[in-house]
């Protein structure tokens, strides 16, 4: 290590005040403490973005590892004069472990290689959710790739036109309202598509996301292609008891989430039964008891949510299958749509494995170049895709309300007599 | 169901050898010694015991105060979590600091969530104690925090968010800075639960959105205004032309021939008139720059959410087109984050999300709550723009509406 | 820009290594020099199989193709694809041939 050169960078230190935890003061100290170059490099390149207002990252970079074609974006500095130390600044994926739990014991193993190896920058997490390493240089790739598998067994994420690296709520490890093993599912199916997740082959990205419920915490609705979100099918469970504790201001509603500001006692019928989506609760004041009509739920959390102590997601669980959310580019931003309204959830999960490599299949032989699966479920139409490529039924809860055109494609073996008909024939009938 | 490791593989207590994988990788031959799709380590050996012998058998939680939650599990067991904000870009010694931590309270066990916040588990009330008064304590030289409790219930909790010009590279906005700038003004919601509801916010620094940033309560987009350049020498050299013009939503990018030093050249053209300024050309060829200093800014979206409680999950909305920016602190997009988040917290009911109380009142008076000026760009005029034009004679008199006497033809 | 020097010939090269001149400046030495990189033993038929049809698709239709149609037209799987080019289509065999970096998002 020799000597470190610093750049002055006075707009970011700007940044060190305030009492969100501050970056700036971090990265500084880092770059102090290991004399590191790339620290102050990087700020400083960063400085002359906040001077400028334009990054000085150049465009792609196509960088990885032998026998992979993802999980490590190329990235090259544009100032690399001026910067030399960062004139290579790699992203690489390291793929998290389910629902990010750690022991220090490998964290501070990850950490002794990143200090070794690269620029000792790291995102906790990247959106997708994997461990993002932050900026080393193409000669250190393979070192790092040989680190990670031989003593951290770990393997890089997703990225490119491949499986992203999925994931999933915290779900049964500390969540009662967790329906699915959402930690169990993303690791079954991480490890069983292990070739689509390093191989880039799809037309575009595909995102797998897994929530225990439909609070759905880790936005699987809007931003995975195949959401996977916890559902009950029978009756919300009830201990009239908690809810009279409720009623009678004994227990704190929403768990305590509103505990800095008075809003009054608690009102059932306020808070509660009056909120109801469907208006399928009743309060009996005088029995001091609550009903479910439970055939009319629709399952949004609310009543959960409040009551906690009271209410519990029922028995009979499974998840409702969505497909096809996606950010703006190209053609709008887009939710996931409800495909399978309940699958059965067990190990080693066949049914789901299935149903993702079907859609796979349709979507790698008829995909066009950077077609998401909610743009070809567009393209072709939601009926189409069901029916014809899915081979499913179609039901009313694939749609918010039928079409209101009358423009109906239909097929020639639904109409009978069929298409051909005779011109002459019809004039006889009609003369022109 | 997978097999269930127990304790954290061994191999992690051995220690790191920064000479291992030079003994290992042989770049004659590349392929050996190469340990491929082993996948990520087992999430199980990584749950604290007390969480594995509760595994999905939890019975409730309770926050029983901002930041802090205690769960209670079916066997009787309890866990407190303390919840904790952090800046998602960080260094190794603020992850060895969060080891420090983990290691001296909970046995070495920590999780992050989705939304950047780390939590520590402990078991007793003693140690959550300690815990607490040890993470108020630790500071950054600048002042900052390191660890903010908070993020749960009624907060707004950690903003989502993407890498900025710390290393992408197509932002039109930073967005660590952004992030810092905003937490700091709406600090006193991070660790407080006195909103109507949890506000989520986020950020993304252009239009991929590389996060939930479209289905936000409040979040911040990176937009260009300015088309991009055309570099016409190395256009056809760098660049797939026909994915370019595939590339672009409105068919605005045409191929053309250009004569540079007496030879034919392939390149594009820009019908400028149509450009949105998605940059999505520039994403597909590195020879269309679109970022401009001066052009670039942000785009403040209002109203969307994941969950499905009460309402159905729902799209942010553009309610102010276009701010400059304005590094280090980009005060304006603060001030209006600010004014919105407190308007939403003065007149929504409780449990209304942004959005819900939105839709109660009326855009137009969310309008005129939040002194937001309304201007052209916030009247659709995209794919599916009919959908949001007022088709019915119900809404409200506000401060916009100026009646109709005279009409001059 | 950056260059490489490789029995005698002069490559003009972006920093990750692929050839900026195009097909133009395509030559049976960048095959050889990038073969070093990507430490490939031998060139066999099956190598230059893929790197005919990724320039006879780019000349064709100016883009390089979707991994499963290169697949398709070779016949070969893309695991198979893998052992020939350890980088893999894109990273390796693209740039074997000549063609552009690929794009889009990450």
Known sequence: MGEVKKHETPLLDQLKSGPWPSFVDDIYNYAEKHKKQSGFDVLGQMELSYKEKETHWKHGGIVGVFGYGGG????????????????AFHTIRVNQPAAKWYHTSALRKLCDLWDHRGSGLVNFHGSTGDIILLGTVTEQLEYVFYDLTHQLKMDLGGSGSNLRTPECCMGMSRCEWACIDTQDIVYELTMQFQDELHRPAFPYKFKIKVSGCPNDCVAAIARADFSIIGIWRDDI????????AYVAGELKPNAGAHSDRDWGPFDIKKEVIDLCPTKCMYWDEREKKLYINNKECNRCMHCINVMPEALRPGDDRGAVILMGAKAPILEGAQLSTVIVPFIKIEPPYDNLKNLIYKVW???????????RVGEIIQRIGLNRFIVD???LKPIPQHVREPRSNPYIFWKEEEVEGGWTRDVAEFRKRHPA | MSERPEKPDPIYTQPYDPTLAEKLYNPQKPMENRITDIGPPHYWQFLPPVIQRNYGKWKSHEIIQPGVLKYKAESGE???VVRCGTPRLETTDYIREIC?????YCDGYVRWTTRNNIEFHVTDEEKLRALLEDLKSRKHPGGSYKFPIGGTGASVTNIVHTQGWIHCHTPAIDASGVVKSIMDELFEYFGSHKLPAQVRISLACCLNMCGAVHCSDIAVVG?????PLVEDERLEKVCEIPLVIAACPLGAIKPATVEIGGEKRKTVRVNEDRCMFCGNCYTMCPAMPIADGQGDGLAIVVGGKVSNRITPPKFSKVVIPYIPNEPPRWPTAVKWIKKILET????ANKYERVGDWIERIGWERFFELTEIPFTWHLIDDYRLAYNTYRTSVHFKFTSHVEVMTDYEY | MPTVEYKGKVFEVDEDGFLLGGLDAWCKEWVEYVKEQEGIQELTEEHWKVINVLQDYFRKNGVAPMVRILSKVTGYPLKKIYELFPSGPGKGACKMAGLPKPTGCV
């Open chain 2, 344 to 347: 939403y917290s003065q007149y």
């Open chain 1, 72 to 87: 490590v974006i190329g990235r090259y500095s544009d100032q690399q004069d001026k910067f030399p130390s960062i004139w």
């Open chain 1, 237 to 244: 469970k009830i201990d009239q008891e908690a809810v009279r």
């Open chain 2, 78 to 80: 309890v866990v407190y």
């Open chain 1, 389 to 391: 490529v899915l081979g």
């Open chain 1, 361 to 371: 299949d349709y979507w790698m032989e008829n995909g066009k170049n950077r077609e």
């Open chain 2, 100 to 104: 420090e931590i983990a290691d001296k």
């Open chain 2, 223 to 227: 937009i260009h205004r300015k088309p």
